[in-house]
C-alpha cells in the first residue's frame, strides 16, 4: 500500500483474565490492539487508576496496548435520570479522566434500557455445521408473555406472534424454559447476571419513561459528560441497540440514521460520537449503511464490523461477516474514505463469529470464541487492503476528496 494511505485499526475483544481465549493466543490473530473493560467493577462505580493500569500491565507482559474500552457502562440511574444519577455522573466523569490519565482515547457505552444485546438462541444451527446467534420474535414472545410475565405485554406483539408463542410454550420442557431464560439474560461475560425479578425491578422504573424522555436523557448524559470528554482527549462511542428497535416494551433510541444523527448534535464536541456496529444497524431494513456512515464521517469513533440474515418476520441469525444483508464492501469503502481524512487509525473490531470446528467442543463465550472471529478478522483484512489498493490505484477516483 501506498505509505499515505490510511488503514483503521484492527483490534480485537478481550474480557479479561478469565476470558476463554488468552491474549497468547489473540497475538497469533495478528491485532494491533485489544479492546476490553473492567467488568468486575459494578456499574456506575469509579475506575481507580491503579485497576486501569493493572489491566494494561496485563495487556503489555503479552505486547498489547488497550486500544478500546468496551464499555464504560452507564448507570440505569443515568438513563432513567432518577436516584443516584448525579452521583453516577461524576462517577462516570472521573473514570474518563482516569482513563485518560492512563492514555486510554476510545471509550464504548450504550444506552439500551435494562438489557444490554439480546438474542433468543446461542446455538442456531448453520448449514455448514457452524453454530450462530439468533433472535427469533415468537422465542421472545414466549419469554416476554409466559416466563417474564410482563403486564400487558400481548399488545407489544402481533396476534400471530402471540398465537404462536402460546403453543410454542405449552410444548416446551422445563430446561428449555430455563435456557431460554438465560439466553435472554445472558449479557456480558462477568458482570451481574439479571434475573426475572431484577427485570421485572428495573422495567418498573421505566413505566413513565417513554422514547422522547429516554432521548432526553441520553441528551443529558452528554451534555454532562462530553465537555470532559473532549477536555481530557476521549472519543465516546455510543453502541446501538441491539436489535434495533423496541423490545419488552421499552423504549430503544440508538437504532436508525436519524436516531444517530440526532446523537452527535446533542453535544457538539467531537468527542461524542458512534460506535458503528454494522450488524446492529443491519438487522433494521430501514437503515441504509453506507449512507448513515457516509453522513456520521469522522463522528464514526470506533467500528464493529458483523452481519446479519434477516427473514420475512425481522427474525434474524449472525450470518458469515462478508455474506448477509450488509454489503461489507461498501460500507468499508466508507469507513476507509473517511479514514483518509483523518490520521489517527479508527479502531475496528471482527464483531462475534460463529463457534466452528475445534470452538465447537470448548466452552466459549456465545459470539466470542476464538476461530470464528478469526475467520472474520481475516476476510474483513483482506478486504481493507484490496479498497485500499484500489484507492492507490485511483479508484473510486473521489474517494479522498468525497467526505
Ligand atoms: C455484544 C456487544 C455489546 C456491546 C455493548 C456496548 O456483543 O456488541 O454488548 O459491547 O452494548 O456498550
Redesign the pocket.
Known amino acids: 500500500m501506498n505509505e499515505s494511505t490510511r488503514a483503521l485499526l484492527q483490534t480485537w475483544r478481550w474480557f479479561g483474565p478469565a476470558d476463554p481465549v488468552p491474549l497468547r493466543h489473540i497475538r497469533q490473530a495478528g491485532v494491533e490492539g485489544i479492546v476490553t473493560a473492567l467488568h468486575h467493577i459494578p456499574h456506575g462505580a469509579v475506575w481507580p487508576i491503579g485497576e486501569i493500569e493493572k489491566r494494561q500491565n496485563e495487556l503489555r507482559a503479552e505486547g498489547f496496548e488497550w486500544s478500546v474500552v468496551?464499555?464504560l457502562?452507564v448507570h440505569e440511574d443515568v438513563k432513567t435520570r432518577s436516584g443516584d444519577y448525579r452521583k453516577y455522573l461524576e462517577n462516570y466523569r472521573q473514570s474518563l479522566r482516569n482513563l485518560a490519565a492512563c492514555g486510554i482515547r476510545t471509550v464504548?457505552?450504550?444506552f439500551?434500557p435494562v438489557n444490554?444485546?439480546t438474542r433468543t438462541d446461542i446455538d442456531y444451527p448453520m448449514a455448514d455445521g457452524s453454530r450462530a446467534l439468533y433472535f427469533d420474535w415468537v422465542d421472545l414472545a414466549v419469554f416476554d408473555l409466559h416466563l417474564l410475565k410482563r403486564a400487558n405485554a400481548e399488545a407489544d406483539y402481533a396476534p400471530a406472534v402471540v398465537e404462536k408463542a402460546k403453543i410454542r410454550h405449552a410444548a416446551m420442557t422445563e430446561p428449555e424454559k430455563r435456557t431460554l431464560i438465560e439466553t435472554v439474560f445472558f449479557g456480558?461475560p462477568g458482570e451481574e447476571k439479571s434475573t426475572l425479578e431484577s427485570m421485572r425491578r428495573k422495567l418498573e422504573k421505566y413505566r413513565e419513561i417513554d422514547a422522547a424522555a429516554l432521548k432526553e436523557n441520553l441528551a443529558y448524559f452528554l451534555r454532562e459528560v462530553a465537555p470532559t470528554a473532549a477536555e481530557c482527549g476521549i472519543r465516546l462511542a455510543i453502541?446501538p441497540d441491539?436489535p434495533p428497535c423496541d423490545i419488552f416494551g421499552l423504549p430503544r433510541i440508538v437504532s436508525t440514521g436519524r436516531d444517530l444523527l440526532d446523537i452527535v448534535s446533542y453535544a457538539e464536541e467531537e468527542s461524542n460520537g458512534i460506535?458503528f456496529?454494522t450488524g446492529s444497524l443491519g438487522a433494521n431494513p430501514a437503515n441504509d449503511l453506507p449512507e448513515m456512515a457516509r453522513q456520521l464521517g469522522t463522528r464514526v469513533h470506533f467500528i464493529?464490523f458483523r452481519n446479519v440474515r434477516r427473514d420475512a418476520d425481522g427474525n434474524f441469525y449472525e450470518s458469515d461477516h462478508l455474506d448477509g444483508e450488509v454489503d461489507m464492501y461498501r460500507v468499508m469503502t466508507e469507513f476507509l474514505k473517511i479514514q483518509q481524512t483523518v490520521d489517527a487509525p479508527i479502531p475496528f473490531r471482527p464483531?462475534?463469529g460463529h463457534q466452528m470446528l475445534d470452538d465447537l467442543q470448548k466452552k466459549t463465550n456465545p459470539?466470542y470464541s476464538a476461530i470464528g472471529r478469526l475467520r472474520g478478522l481475516a476476510e474483513l483484512r483482506g478486504l481493507q487492503m484490496g479498497i485500499l489498493r484500489g484507492f492507490d490505484a485511483g479508484t473510486p477516483a473521489s474517494c479522498r476528496q468525497s467526505v
Open positions: 468496551e464499555s457502562t464504548t457505552y450504550n439500551m444490554d444485546w456480558i453502541h441491539d460506535c456496529c464493529h464483531d462475534h459470539g
